[in-house]
Protein backbone atom coordinates (compact mmCIF):
# COMPACT_ATOMS: atom_id res chain seq x y z
CA UNK A 1 0.00 0.00 0.00
CA UNK A 2 1.48 3.36 -1.00
CA UNK A 3 0.52 6.22 1.61
CA UNK A 4 1.57 10.09 0.65
CA UNK A 5 1.53 13.02 3.36
CA UNK A 6 2.32 16.33 1.94
CA UNK A 7 3.58 19.44 4.37
CA UNK A 8 4.71 22.64 4.23
CA UNK A 9 1.77 24.61 3.13
CA UNK A 10 0.68 28.35 4.68
CA UNK A 11 -0.07 31.37 3.96
CA UNK A 12 2.16 33.83 2.44
CA UNK A 13 2.12 37.30 0.74
CA UNK A 14 2.87 37.92 -3.33
CA UNK A 15 6.81 37.22 -4.07
CA UNK A 16 7.28 35.04 -1.47
CA UNK A 17 8.21 31.31 -1.18
CA UNK A 18 7.02 27.76 0.22
CA UNK A 19 8.51 24.18 -0.27
CA UNK A 20 6.31 22.02 -0.31
CA UNK A 21 7.11 18.25 0.39
CA UNK A 22 5.63 15.05 -0.35
CA UNK A 23 6.58 11.91 1.90
CA UNK A 24 5.71 8.79 -0.35
CA UNK A 25 5.93 5.32 2.05
CA UNK A 26 6.48 1.87 -0.03
CA UNK A 27 8.90 -0.18 -1.66
CA UNK A 28 8.11 1.21 -5.60
CA UNK A 29 9.25 5.03 -5.22
CA UNK A 30 12.65 5.25 -6.85
CA UNK A 31 10.80 3.81 -10.20
CA UNK A 32 7.10 5.60 -9.77
CA UNK A 33 6.15 8.91 -11.52
CA UNK A 34 5.47 11.67 -8.57
CA UNK A 35 3.26 14.63 -9.42
CA UNK A 36 2.16 17.66 -8.05
CA UNK A 37 -1.70 18.97 -8.46
CA UNK A 38 -3.74 21.66 -7.19
CA UNK A 39 -7.44 22.27 -6.77
CA UNK A 40 -8.91 25.71 -6.17
CA UNK A 41 -12.20 26.11 -5.15
CA UNK A 42 -14.93 25.64 -7.73
CA UNK A 43 -12.40 24.55 -9.77
CA UNK A 44 -11.36 21.48 -11.55
CA UNK A 45 -8.00 19.53 -10.46
CA UNK A 46 -5.38 20.72 -12.50
CA UNK A 47 -1.44 19.37 -12.77
CA UNK A 48 1.10 21.81 -11.59
CA UNK A 49 4.17 19.52 -11.93
CA UNK A 50 5.51 15.82 -12.63
CA UNK A 51 8.68 14.03 -12.38
CA UNK A 52 8.90 10.97 -13.88
CA UNK A 53 11.18 8.17 -12.72
CA UNK A 54 13.81 9.05 -15.07
CA UNK A 55 13.85 12.34 -13.80
CA UNK A 56 12.24 13.41 -16.93
CA UNK A 57 10.22 16.98 -15.79
CA UNK A 58 6.76 18.56 -17.04
CA UNK A 59 5.52 22.10 -15.73
CA UNK A 60 2.03 23.71 -16.31
CA UNK A 61 2.69 26.75 -18.31
CA UNK A 62 1.60 28.72 -14.86
CA UNK A 63 4.44 27.46 -13.00
CA UNK A 64 7.24 27.47 -15.56
CA UNK A 65 10.12 29.61 -14.42
CA UNK A 66 8.42 29.93 -10.88
CA UNK A 67 8.12 26.33 -9.90
CA UNK A 68 10.42 23.52 -9.24
CA UNK A 69 9.83 19.79 -8.86
CA UNK A 70 12.56 17.51 -7.39
CA UNK A 71 13.18 14.11 -5.50
CA UNK A 72 15.25 12.54 -3.02
CA UNK A 73 15.31 8.77 -3.72
CA UNK A 74 17.23 8.33 -0.58
CA UNK A 75 14.40 9.76 1.64
CA UNK A 76 11.09 9.06 -0.65
CA UNK A 77 10.39 12.46 -0.58
CA UNK A 78 9.31 14.48 -3.30
CA UNK A 79 9.74 18.39 -3.22
CA UNK A 80 7.86 21.38 -4.91
CA UNK A 81 9.79 24.74 -4.55
CA UNK A 82 7.52 27.28 -4.98
CA UNK A 83 9.27 30.85 -5.27
CA UNK A 84 7.18 34.31 -6.49
CA UNK A 85 4.01 33.34 -5.77
CA UNK A 86 0.61 34.64 -6.52
CA UNK A 87 -2.70 35.03 -5.42
CA UNK A 88 -3.76 32.70 -8.79
CA UNK A 89 -1.74 29.95 -6.85
CA UNK A 90 -3.75 30.06 -3.98
CA UNK A 91 -5.29 25.74 -3.64
CA UNK A 92 -5.38 22.85 -2.24
CA UNK A 93 -1.77 20.75 -3.57
CA UNK A 94 -1.99 17.25 -3.46
CA UNK A 95 0.83 15.03 -4.39
CA UNK A 96 0.05 11.85 -6.29
CA UNK A 97 2.06 8.68 -7.43
CA UNK A 98 2.20 6.82 -10.72
CA UNK A 99 3.99 3.66 -10.06
CA UNK A 100 4.77 2.98 -13.83
CA UNK A 101 6.74 5.76 -13.92
CA UNK A 102 5.59 7.67 -16.42
CA UNK A 103 4.53 11.36 -16.04
CA UNK A 104 1.02 11.22 -17.20
CA UNK A 105 -0.84 14.83 -16.95
CA UNK A 106 -4.16 13.91 -15.77
CA UNK A 107 -5.44 12.73 -12.68
CA UNK A 108 -6.52 9.75 -13.98
CA UNK A 109 -2.98 8.74 -14.28
CA UNK A 110 -2.35 8.30 -10.83
CA UNK A 111 -3.91 5.96 -8.39
CA UNK A 112 -2.57 7.39 -5.40
CA UNK A 113 -3.19 10.32 -3.79
CA UNK A 114 -1.63 12.06 -0.36
CA UNK A 115 -4.48 14.33 1.31
CA UNK A 116 -3.45 17.71 0.20
CA UNK A 117 -1.94 21.33 1.80
CA UNK A 118 -3.34 24.34 1.50
CA UNK A 119 -1.18 27.31 -0.24
CA UNK A 120 -2.87 30.68 0.23
CA UNK A 121 -1.15 33.49 -1.47
CA UNK A 122 -2.58 37.29 -0.64
CA UNK A 123 -1.99 39.97 -2.85
Known amino acids: QVQLVESGGGRVQAGDSLRLSCAVSGRTFSTSAIAWFRQAPGEERELVAVISWTDNIYYADSVKGRFTISRDNAKNTVFLQMNSLKPEDTAEYYC?????????????????WGQGTQVTVSS
Open 96 to 112: AVNEDGVGRLTARGYAY
